[in-house]
């Protein structure tokens, strides 16, 4: 079965704390990508990576950063963590390919809060 | 640029009736199409996707989309829903990136009220 997993489900952060958010698949994906998830806003894509060391802004990066250091795991950084990063956070994988292999698999998603 | 949108971000329909979720993308180069559904609570799931061959493409759950491209449609429609079927569903598309990689991007959602 195939896994996206995220290391917290639940994150409570103060404003002003450096925030990590960890993404580990297990499929041997290239693409992984970081969105956050608001009500009526939809799925906006923050960072992407299609190999390790390689990442691409997405659409909204402002306030983050990202790291691939190895190819199962994609880390969002929030540098300084604001209230209007509290948001949920979903982390996706899937296959360089150009057929059936590119759909993508999602985590459980981490609901951050900053206070 | 890519982009996708859902125009209707509610849609509220009685239960066996037919209904239709729209969904428009924009795009300078090949795509893929895919709709996802979010039951409450719970993560996203790939409901169908559109990557080439017959337009008219069949999912999970009787659901079906057809895509039109002169007017860079992917329309989701289910001929009769059920009560089940409450949940936000999600148009995306994915452009193969010159310079490598896939960029997955999604609609606003809409938000499907199957009432008795």
């Known amino acids: 079965d195939v896994k996206v997993t995220q290391s917290s489900r639940y994150l409570v952060k103060r404003t002003g704390e450096k925030v990590f958010l960890e993404c580990v698949q297990d499929?041997?994906?290239?693409?992984m990508f970081w969105y956050r998830q608001d009500p009526g806003l939809g799925l906006r894509l923050i960072y992407f990576?299609?190999?390790?060391?390689?990442?691409e802004k997405g659409d909204i990066p402002e306030g983050y950063s990202v790291s691939r250091e190895k190819k199962e795991r994609f880390s969002l950084i929030l540098e300084s963590a604001s209230t209007n990063q509290t948001s949920m956070y979903l982390c996706?994988?899937?296959?360089?390919?150009?057929?059936?292999?590119?759909?993508?698999?999602f985590g459980q998603g981490t609901r951050l809060t900053v206070v | 640029a890519q982009s996708v949108t859902q125009l209707d971000s509610q849609v509220p329909v009685f239960e066996e009736a037919p209904v239709e979720l729209r969904c428009n993308y924009s795009?300078?180069?090949?795509?893929?199409l895919f709709w996802y559904v979010q039951y409450p609570n719970q993560g996203l799931q790939l409901l169908l996707k559109?990557?080439?061959?017959?337009?008219l493409v069949k999912g999970i759950n009787g659901f079906e989309a057809e895509f039109n491209k002169s007017q860079t449609s992917f329309h989701l429609r289910k001929p009769s829903v059920h009560i089940s079927d409450t949940a936000e569903y999600f148009c995306?598309?994915?452009?193969?990136?010159?310079?490598?990689?896939?960029?997955?991007?999604f609609g606003t959602g809409t938000q499907l009220k199957v009432e008795l």
């Open positions: 795009s300078s180069v090949s795509v893929y």
């Open positions: 559109y990557l080439s061959g017959s337009t």
């Open positions: 499929m041997d994906h290239e693409n």
């Open positions: 990576s299609y190999d390790v060391k390689m990442k």
């Open positions: 995306a598309v994915t452009s193969i990136l010159t310079g490598g990689g896939n960029k997955l991007t």
């Open positions: 996706a994988s899937s296959s360089l390919g150009q057929g059936w292999d590119t759909e993508a698999f």
